[in-house]
T-cell receptor, first 113, second 113 residues
Framework: DAGITQSPRHKVTETGTPVTLRCHQT?????MYWYRQDPGHGLRLIHY???????DKGEVSDGYSVSRSKTEDFLLTLESATSSQTSVYFC????????????FGPGTRLTVT | GDSVTQMEGPVTLSEEACLTI???????????LFWYVQYPGEGLQLLLK?????DKGSNKGFEATYRKETTSFHLEKGSVQVSDSAVYFC????????????FGGGTRLMVKP
C-alpha cells in the first residue's frame, strides 16, 4: 500500500469556522491531489499540486485553498466552512503527470453543522 | 466538458452470478479509461485501465474493453464473490491533461452468499 495518511479521519465543525485537513505521504511522489466525494457525483478534484509551492485549481475549488511547503505534506483549508462542504475528502498522489496510477488515502469525513 | 456516465446502483447479485456495470464517456480528446474500486471505509484503488482503443484491461477476474466506436468501457466479471462487494467508479483522463481524473458517479455492488 502507498504510504498516504490523512488527518483527521473524522471531524464535525460549525458553519463559519476554519478547517484544515492534512495529507501526508511517505512515497516522495511529486503530484498530490484533493478530491471530495459526494453521492451521485463520484469524486471531484478540488486542487492539486505538481511540486512544492506549485498548486492549481480543480473542478470545484471555490471555498477551498491549499498549501504545499514540503514534498510530503499537502494541506486543504476551508477558510469558513459551509454546510455544502460536508463531504468525504480524499487525498491522492502520483509519481508523474499523466501517471494514471493515482494512489488514494483513506479519506476524511467532514460534517459542517 | 468531459464526463463519465455509469449505471446507477445498487446492483445486487448472488455469488457466482455474472456482472456487467455499464460505463460510457464523453471526451473532447482521446482519453485513457479506468475502473477504480472502493471497499467499505477505504480509499479508491485502481482496478484496471486501458489507454487506447480496443485495449482490454483486466485484474482479479474483472475485464473491460475500450470501445471507441461506442465510447464505452463496461466492467465485466464472470463469477462474482461476496468479497467483490464494493463501489466501482469508472473514470477517464485526457492524455494531454495529465492531472485531472474525471469520475462517474459510482455503482454500488452487493453480492449475497
Amino acid at each position: 500500500d502507498a504510504g498516504i495518511t490523512q488527518s483527521p479521519r473524522h471531524k464535525v465543525t460549525e458553519t463559519g469556522t476554519p478547517v484544515t485537513l492534512r495529507c501526508h505521504q511517505t512515497e516522495n511522489h511529486r503530484y498530490m491531489y484533493w478530491y471530495r466525494q459526494d453521492p451521485g457525483h463520484g469524486l471531484r478534484l478540488i486542487h492539486y499540486s505538481y511540486g512544492v509551492k506549485d498548486t492549481d485549481k480543480g473542478e470545484v475549488s471555490d471555498g477551498y485553498s491549499v498549501s504545499r511547503s514540503k514534498t510530503e505534506d499537502f494541506l486543504l483549508t476551508l477558510e469558513s466552512a459551509t454546510s455544502s462542504q460536508t463531504s468525504v475528502y480524499f487525498c491522492a498522489i502520483s509519481a508523474t503527470s499523466g501517471d494514471y496510477e493515482q494512489y488514494f488515502g483513506p479519506g476524511t469525513r467532514l460534517t459542517v453543522t | 466538458g468531459d464526463s463519465v456516465t455509469q449505471m446507477e446502483g445498487p446492483v445486487t447479485l448472488s455469488e457466482e452470478a455474472c456482472l456487467t456495470i455499464n460505463c460510457t464517456y464523453t471526451a473532447t480528446g482521446y482519453p485513457s479509461l479506468f475502473w477504480y474500486v472502493q471497499y467499505p471505509g477505504e480509499g479508491l484503488q485502481l482496478l484496471l485501465k486501458a489507454t487506447k482503443a480496443d485495449d482490454k484491461g483486466s485484474n482479479k477476474g474483472f475485464e473491460a474493453t475500450y470501445r471507441k466506436e461506442t465510447t464505452s468501457f463496461h466492467l465485466e466479471k464472470g463469477s462474482v464473490q461476496v468479497s467483490d462487494s464494493a463501489v466501482y467508479f469508472c473514470a477517464l483522463i485526457l492524455n494531454n491533461a495529465g492531472n485531472m481524473l474525471t469520475f462517474g458517479g459510482g455503482t454500488r455492488l452487493m453480492v449475497k452468499p
